[in-house]
């Protein structure tokens, strides 16, 4: 127990820096002005009821921080700035710049934060309910077991030798790519993938093609590092370069999402997969493949990669287990040509450090044991029967009013607005009713270099997951649709009284 002499040091230690502090913050608010003569230690110590030693420490303290100076007359406030002589008033009034932060990041696209209580429809969130918790609970405590003093250090920048193995045997098998485990460097996720890229593989101000409409995390990452974003048209087969592009704007980086492209759905055709190769090795670009979701393809097998087409291709391919696992593991994986590996891991040793040295080793052993693959397929069936359930449930609710154009794998839908009201407008209405509609229009991007891209308009619509939501959640769901826009049309119409009702009106109102 604290003794009676210590309570009173305590005491006085805290009457001291009290003291000193409203003193400091008094001169430095103005409130006490330059010239000014502070009371005597034995009057203040009086006026306050508290010791003269504890006023002796404010003062002796002040004097040597250059607050206050000891003269013949006493202690006098020094002039501490030009804002110090200012009265309270004229202090808050005067506005002073602020730094900014750097424009690059300034003018980044704004990321919703997801955390906003609209769960329901989430794309690129897995069904984390059905998530083997217990088996790799089992992994991770193994791992933290087996693990020894030096891999409590800083280990290789690349991770665990043993995850690198698994990866490199796994997407040789299921993906076709060609690699050895050197090629293979353990990142944060795509987003730090998607850095590493930006920075590793092309300088600041060289061009980066990106699908038009595209992923988002894509265009920041590339913005950040200070890249020019061109962006490309995407249709049925994929993105559509033309012979003009490479010719007038050659890039540096093409990123795509060639397997289940993000977010209309469609699949870049193998004839485009073929030139794309041709066209980069011939001008000297890199390919970014970013294969986010190709393991929960629902019709047929899984598509092989463009990595794996051509021996050496000039493709860095992505991989991530957020959308297989879970997205606060932050494991995901690049593979990057050999002809630049020894190069790419002198610079990411330089750059990079890594952690989480346990849950690399359980993914390890999960994937080797073949716990992973086996949790692969339950979910592409459990994804198959909840994408079934949400067609079903738009096919009931919203025929006439919104059309399912891709829906072949992964963990959302991409659909078609038919109704004349902006997908903007309505997920900001389904928000508040907690459903969560990624618009389709918010993927696109402004036109640069000279490139136009395309309207908005073209892609009405949204992105809806369905790997949170059971069939029979999305029949609910989309009841609270159709009526938000039935609502939304109402609410249109009664502006334009007299027009001829739109179909898709007459369409809701037959459901």
């Known amino acids: 127990m604290m003794t009676a002499y210590a309570k009173r040091a305590v005491r006085k230690l805290t009457q001291q820096d009290l003291l000193y502090e409203s003193l400091r913050l008094a001169i430095l608010d103005g409130d006490i002005g330059r010239g000014t003569r502070l009371a005597s230690s034995r009057a203040l110590a009086e006026q306050l009821g508290i010791a003269r030693n504890s006023v002796l420490y404010a003062y002796e303290r002040l004097v040597e921080e250059g607050f206050v100076s000891a003269t013949r007359h006493g202690s006098v406030v020094n002039a501490i700035s030009a804002g110090a002589a200012t009265t309270p008033a004229h202090t808050a009034q005067r506005e002073e710049p602020v730094p900014a932060l750097a424009r690059r990041v300034r003018e980044l696209p704004p990321r919703r934060s997801g955390r906003d209580g609209s769960k329901a429809l989430r794309p690129g969130v897995p069904a984390l309910d059905a998530f083997p918790y217990a088996q790799w609970r089992t992994a991770v405590e193994r791992a933290l077991r087996e693990l020894r003093a030096l891999d409590l250090g800083y280990g290789d920048s690349a991770g665990m030798p043993a995850l690198r193995q698994a990866i490199a045997q796994y997407v040789r098998v299921s993906r076709g790519v060609r690699c050895q485990p050197d090629q293979v460097f353990v990142t944060d996720g795509t987003q730090s993938s998607l850095d590493l890229c930006a920075r590793f593989f092309a300088d600041h101000g060289e061009r980066a093609w990106i699908e038009n409409p595209g992923y988002l995390g894509a265009r920041v990452a590339f913005a950040a590092a200070g890249l020019q974003l061109v962006p490309m048209s995407v249709d049925a087969a994929g993105m559509a370069a033309r012979s003009e592009d490479w010719r007038e704007r050659p890039p540096r980086l093409v990123y795509l999402t060639p397997s289940h492209q993000y977010p209309l759905g469609c699949v870049l055709s193998l004839e485009r997969r073929l030139a794309l190769i041709e066209q980069a090795r011939a001008c000297g670009a890199w390919i970014v493949e970013d294969d986010y979701d190709s393991e929960l393809r629902h019709d047929g097998p899984p598509l092989p990669s463009i990595q794996g087409l051509a021996d050496d291709a000039p493709v860095i391919y992505l991989g991530t287990f957020s959308k297989t696992l879970f997205p606060a593991l932050r494991i995901g994986f690049m593979i990057v040509p050999r002809r630049v590996t020894a190069q790419f891991a ?73 109704a004349p009201l902006s997908d903007a407008d309505v997920s900001e209405a389904a928000r508040a009713h907690g459903l969560h509609l990624s618009p389709l229009s918010a993927y696109c991007a402004d036109g640069v270099d000279g490139v136009d891209a395309p309207d908005a308009t073209r892609y009405n619509g949204f992105l809806l997951g369905y790997a949170e939501t059971p069939p029979q959640v999305a029949d609910t769901l989309m009841q609270t649709l159709a009526r938000i826009v039935r609502e939304r049309l109402s609410a249109a119409s009664s502006l334009t009284d007299g027009l001829q009702p739109h179909a898709a009106d007459r369409a809701l109102r037959a459901s």
């Not at 339950?378 to 009931?396: F, N, P, Q, S």
């Open 346 to 418: 002198q610079a990411h040793h330089t750059l990079v450090r890594q952690g989480r040295v346990a849950e690399q080793l359980a993914l390890a052993e999960f994937i080797e044991s073949g716990r992973y693959a086996r949790h692969l397929r339950r979910m592409r069936k459990l994804y198959e029967e909840r994408r079934d359930g949400l067609v079903a449930a738009i096919d009931k609710h919203l025929a006439g009013v919104m059309t399912v154009s891709a829906d072949a794998g992964g963990m959302h839908l991409s659909v078609r607005l038919d």
